[in-house]
Structures are given as structure tokens and as C-alpha cells.
């Protein structure tokens, strides 16, 4: 059963640009390695174990040899330099979670070994798992579990100090087109906890922090989100130290960003690659 959250994934056209413009924004975005065979590499924000992920594409043909005749990270862009595509949940039970999804067919999914070498030569081992076996652009996330030991991994892709005040992820935005069987894989599949629930939304809880599924009826976002990218995680909602130094130090760089309320920050999407970040009071 899913413990916390882990990482969001937000793939992005070109690394070396998104990990600038990231950093621009005061997100402290180091080089992540490469997943070997898979043609992709990364860029990490790492706040303590839960991180941000950009993911790229290096090799095309490499990405699509291993994919075969599935769509590749470059499809789910939809057009843009970057997306929100997904998140994982932290776990460590992987096998036996694999056992109450429901794979293509009658047969569930298997938890799928995956690694990273990281520039200084350390390598990462995880496995992953992905209710219907798809983890980009579905409105639930996919499961990880890592074989590095949360203490070493620490030690080895270490939490940054990020110059915008942000300290973690506190809520991921979710749109689905039919809330009722997205809500049946987060309660049943993933076993988690069901706080709040209207016609069109519901919230659950995961470690310290809350998922929003979105529905679209009566909801001109979500029906916007749905007609451009489909279904999935659209919004990112971090914590910061102090809100009022937050947005000095944007308006020092000349970030453009919306306060709608008191206690929330939204980033313009022109600043982030078109990704929806809000940032909120720790």
C-alpha cells in the first residue's frame, strides 16, 4: 500500500533548457544520470525523499526500440516543451500491491525493475508498478519501490536547497472523465483514504499530503485540460517557508505569477514550460 509520495514527472522537451528555466524559477534542478537502454535521462528537485522529475528524451530510436509499438515520453508532450504526465507513490510492498490491479486481460501486472547511472557513477535500482500497466497520462499514478535504501539514496542524490523558499509537495491535481472509476482504483487498487467526495470531486489523503480528482462537469478547467492533454495530473501544489519572501524573491527576478488568495502563489504558465505550479504556506 502506497505510504507517501514520491516524485511527479514532468517531461520535457529538452533537458538542458527545462533544468535552466527550472532553475531560473528558484527550483534547485541538478542533473539526475540516465536510464540505460531506455534512451531517457533526467534532471532532479529534490526536497527530502519526495522530488521532481524532468525527463527527457536523449535517444529517440532508443526510446522507441525499447517501447516497441508503444507511444514514447515525446508523445505525451501533445505539441509542447513540457507536461505534467505523472506521479508515483511511494511503497514497500510492490508485490503484493501487484496483486489487487487489474493488467491488460485477466493477468495482473508485474512490478517492472528499472535503474539509474547518475553522473558521478552511482547506480540506482527501483521497480515500478502501474494499475492498467501504463504509468504517463492515466488519472491514477504509478507505485514505486526503491532497492536503495531511503538513507543511502539520500546520501547519494541529496535534498537541494531551493532558492525560492519551496520545501516539498503537498497535492497533485487530477482530471478524469468519470470520477467514479478513477475513485474505485484509488480506494480498491491503492488502498487509499477517502476524505472528502461530491458529484464531480474528491479528495484523498497519501503520507502528509492530499490528491484532487477533477471531474468535468461544470468545471471549465478540467474540460479544458481533458480537450488539450486527456486525462491525468495537471497541477502541482508545493509548500514554501514563507510565502511573503517567496514572492520577493520572484518579484526580484522578475517572475511573473497570480496571487488569487492569501495564502496561494500560482507561477504564470509561460514561466514554468506551461506546467501549473502553485506554491502555499508551509
Do not use: C
Not at 173 to 184: D, G, P, Y
Amino acid at each position: 500500500m502506497p505510504t507517501r509520495f514520491d516524485h511527479a514527472v514532468i517531461a520535457v522537451r529538452d533537458l538542458e533548457t527545462a533544468t535552466r528555466q527550472f532553475q531560473h524559477l528558484g527550483f534547485d534542478a541538478q542533473p539526475g544520470g540516465k536510464h540505460t537502454g531506455r534512451g531517457t535521462h533526467n534532471s532532479l528537485i529534490r526536497f527530502g525523499l519526495d522530488y521532481v522529475e524532468l525527463l527527457s528524451v536523449y535517444d529517440e530510436a532508443e526510446a522507441r526500440a525499447f517501447n516497441r509499438n508503444e507511444p514514447i515520453l515525446l508523445d505525451s508532450l501533445h505539441g509542447k516543451d513540457a507536461a505534467l504526465v505523472g506521479y508515483a507513490l511511494a511503497t514497500t510492498t510492490i508485490e503484493q500491491d501487484a496483486e489487487r490491479f487489474v493488467g491488460r486481460g485477466t493477468i495482473p501486472p508485474r512490478p517492472n525493475p528499472m535503474q539509474r547511472r547518475r553522473p558521478d557513477g552511482n547506480l540506482l535500482t527501483w521497480r515500478t508498478l502501474a494499475p492498467g500497466d501504463n504509468s504517463w497520462d492515466r488519472p491514477w499514478p504509478f507505485l514505486i519501490q526503491w532497492d536503495t535504501p531511503d538513507e543511502q539514496r539520500l546520501l547519494i542524490d541529496q535534498p537541494g536547497t531551493q532558492p525560492n523558499g519551496t520545501t516539498g509537495w503537498t497535492q497533485v491535481a487530477v482530471a478524469t472523465r468519470k470520477l467514479e472509476s478513477a475513485l474505485a482504483v484509488y480506494r480498491d487498487q491503492l488502498g487509499l483514504e477517502l476524505i472528502e467526495q461530491s458529484a464531480q470531486h474528491a479528495t484523498l489523503r497519501v503520507g502528509k499530503g492530499t490528491i484532487e480528482l477533477l471531474a468535468p462537469e461544470d468545471n471549465e478547467l478540467v474540460q479544458q485540460i481533458l480537450s488539450e492533454k486527456g486525462e491525468g495530473p495537471f497541477a502541482l501544489t508545493f509548500t514554501v517557508k514563507d510565502l511573503a519572501q517567496t514572492r520577493t524573491f520572484l518579484e526580484q527576478r522578475g517572475i511573473r505569477f497570480e496571487q488569487e488568495a492569501a495564502d496561494t502563489l500560482s507561477l504564470a504558465q509561460n514561466e514554468t514550460l506551461g506546467v501549473r505550479i502553485n506554491l502555499v504556506n508551509q
